[in-house]
């Protein structure tokens, strides 16, 4: 004990540093409920003191003992030092000022907050007294008129001595009104709003409560709905517990007094609708037309005696009786209406113009029609041919010496192009017959004549190659005349030129007669007016999507007209003419590419411009429709029909294969050629054909049926190759329609396999059975005719119904072995496979040769 008193002592507290920077953090708000938090630092300044003076008080007991009130005023014995000046606590030092700064615009929102509930309180008093005055003076009135009819009519002179009476003590009594009302005070409402606050960074002032009516008691007995919204601000401080309404209740109490105002006008007039009513429809499509309840429909329906749902399609007539019942009005429509009917629009004759004639050159392969066609245009389209033979149908327009323009369109003379070659005779206002003057009528140039008298067109015959050695153009005259086809030389009315499309001769004489014929024609249409043409040949191309040659019959066709063509619809991107050219409007007869269709359109159909796009979409549909229920229509189904249907599917062999062609005529004419390959024992399936390059579906589908795919003109894309490669599916490239149809009757031939061709060599009779053997039989023959051999094919025959088929094994004359035995010889025989022998027995011998098969 005593060596711890002994130790020694400091004279002074240890050294140490106090903390001068208070840390804190304040949390921003931003707008769409961002916030950030933010590290703010208080620095207070450091007092240090001299040596040996007293420490100064902390600040907080400062703080704390400034607000005390002073005892009462008492003599001092000396003058007490000037206390210092009052300092904010150290809680309230550390308050930013972004803090202050946001406690006080939370205040001035909740003060105009205030505000504006206490003017909307003014206002809805102000409404309900003037409702209260106007209901008292409306019932003082109804008091006043019937105090007046129960009482008893008075003396004429009585009103003139009772108004000044009763003037008198009205008047009387509004001095005393007023005198009244004088001292009153002004309303509640206007006495109770608050004063304007003072906003201070270090205390905020309490505000009086709004006079308010009691809320409803809820569960726990307070009123929170009506409390108004809790803010960090009054949650943290006790003296401001009371809160406001929220601005979203301020917001729904006044759309509810909006709703409380409207006043209803009664009931509203029923609206009469027009009812577009197609052949068949649903009973929730017709309430949505008439703007009315399916439920109510339904009800309707029930009472007609028709139980229905609300999904269930309706008539036409049954639909007029539910229109004509809810007091609509029905306009009825068929599905036909949808599309556009060309034959019902004609234009008026004094709106029709001259336009430039359409040449179609027509004629057998290899006559030299593309040839005259390029001595024509001064163009060189036959060397781009595959093999010089046209694959596709051309449109061009030449102008001639004199000025006017000639539309031609190039059609292929192949047998497999019929459908192009009747496209183009309907379309066009001139057919040119190319004949050559070597080589006469050919089946082609028949048929181009069928197709031209078949659309009415008159025939213009070119004799070509008549500068090659052989020619003879008066033979051509003459099997002319077998197709009643007289020519003007012979004393008939159709013209014929000589021309050689090598030499360049005749020309002008064949462009005099195309314009002496043109105008005999008087060929008109309107130019102004929507377009309407004819799609000469479609395909798909990898840069430009689908692309249509069309040959523009009547109207201007603009860049930007929203079109249907066929099945598709579309928006003209651009026009190309026949020399690449772009151009913005395309007139009658002129020949154009357009771009901008949704798909790749038939060949043949017809191009019109719409008005919007909608109806364009509308008519599109509708023909797709049409174009599908035509696809899936079945026949009608018989037992005859099932049963060769079956029969069918047992005996003849499938040859599926994928077609993909350069253009939609090609591709179309490739099908035509192909089934017409098709024979009773084998059938080409199309499983796919359309115009554009190979792609992975068209892969896919052939890997799935082991079809080969046809490219015509076309290659497959890289992922299309890639796939055929693991799929192991085979591509077969042709660019001439010929060598394809050859090269496929050939690989329709393979899958029938070789024919097997039977010869009968000889037939015999069997007079007798011996035992040959312990199992086997001999038989005793009299060949009757040809000769038996060993080895052959037997059939053994009994009462003409075959017993077995077999072959000779053994063949014996006498004892001896012998090659064949000729007729009226007797022989022995032993057959390979059966035993079954009867005398009277017939063996009939034959040879089996097998023979590639060709279609």
Known sequence: MSDEQDKPTLSRKPLGLKRTVEAGQVQQQFSHGRRNTVVVEVKRRRVLGRPGEAAPAPEVEEVEAAPAPAPAP???????????????????????????????????????????????????????????????????????????????????????????????????????????????????????????RRFTPVEAPKRPEPKRPEPKATRGGDSRRQSGKLTVTRALNDDEGARARSLAALKRAREKEKRSHMTSSGPREKQVREVVVPEAITVQDLANRMAEKGSDLVKALFKMGMPVTINQTIDQDTAELLVTEFGHEIKRVSEGDIDIRHDEDVDDAEHLKPRAPVVTIMGHVDHGKTSLLDALRGANVQAGEAGGITQHIGAYQVKTPDGSLVTFLDTPGHEAFTEMRQRGANVTDIVILVVAADDGLKPQSIEAINHAKAAGVPIIVAINKVDKEGANPQRVRERLLEHELVVEEMGGDVQNVEVSALKKTGLDKLLDAIAVQAEIMELKANPDRAAEGTVVEAKLDKGRGPVATILVRRGTLKVGDIFVCGAESGRVRALIDDKGQQIKTAGPSVPVEVLGLGGVPMAGDTLTVVENEARAREVAAYRQEQALRKRTAQAPVSLEGMFEALADKANV???????????????????????????????????????????????????????????????????????????????????????????????????????????????????????????????????????????????????????????????????????????????????????????????????????????
Do not use: W
């Open 74 to 196: 008492a003599p001092a014995p000396a003058p007490a030092p000037k206390p210092a000046a009052p300092r904010v606590s150290e809680n309230d030092s550390l308050m930013s000022r972004q803090e202050r700064q946001a406690q006080l615009l939370r205040e001035a929102e909740e003060a105009r907050m205030n505000a504006l509930e206490d003017n909307r309180r003014r206002d809805e008093a102000a409404r309900a007294r003037a409702a209260e005055e106007e209901k008292a003076r409306a019932e003082a009135r109804v008091e006043q008129a019937e105090a007046k009819a129960a009482e008893p009519a008075p003396a004429p002179a009585a009103p003139a001595t009772a108004e000044p009476a009763a003037e008198a003590p009205a008047a009387a009594a509004a001095p005393q009104g007023e005198a009244a009302a004088a001292p009153a005070p002004r309303p509640a409402t206007t006495s109770a709003a608050p004063a304007p």
């Open 653 to 855: 062999i499938q040859f599926p294969v994928v077609i993909k062609g350069d253009v939609q005529g090609s591709v179309e004419a490739i099908v035509n050629a192909l089934n017409r390959l098709s024979t009773d024992e084998i059938r080409v399936r199309v499983l796919q054909s359309g115009a554009g390059a190979i792609t992975e579906s068209d892969v896919t589908l052939a890997a799935a049926s082991n079809a080969p795919i046809i490219g015509f003109n076309v290659r497959p894309n890289a992922k299309a190759r890639e796939i055929a490669n693991r799929e192991k599916v085979r591509f077969m490239y042709y660019d001439v329609i010929y060598h394809l149809t050859d090269e496929i009757a050939k690989e329709m031939a393979g899958e029938l396999g070789p024919e097997r061709v039977e010869t009968v060599v000889g037939r015999a009779e069997v007079k007798d059975v011996f035992p040959a053997g312990k199992r086997d039989k001999a038989a005793g023959l009299l060949v009757l005719e040809g000769v038996i051999r060993k080895g052959l094919h037997a059939r053994l025959t009994r009462d003409d119904v075959i017993v077995s088929a077999t072959t000779i094994s053994s063949l014996r004359r006498f004892k001896d072995d012998v090659a064949e035995v000729r007729a009226g010889l007797e022989c022995g025989v032993v057959l390979a496979d059966t035993n079954d022998i009867k005398a009277g027995d017939h063996l009939e011998v034959f040879e089996v040769e097998l023979r590639e098969r060709t279609l």
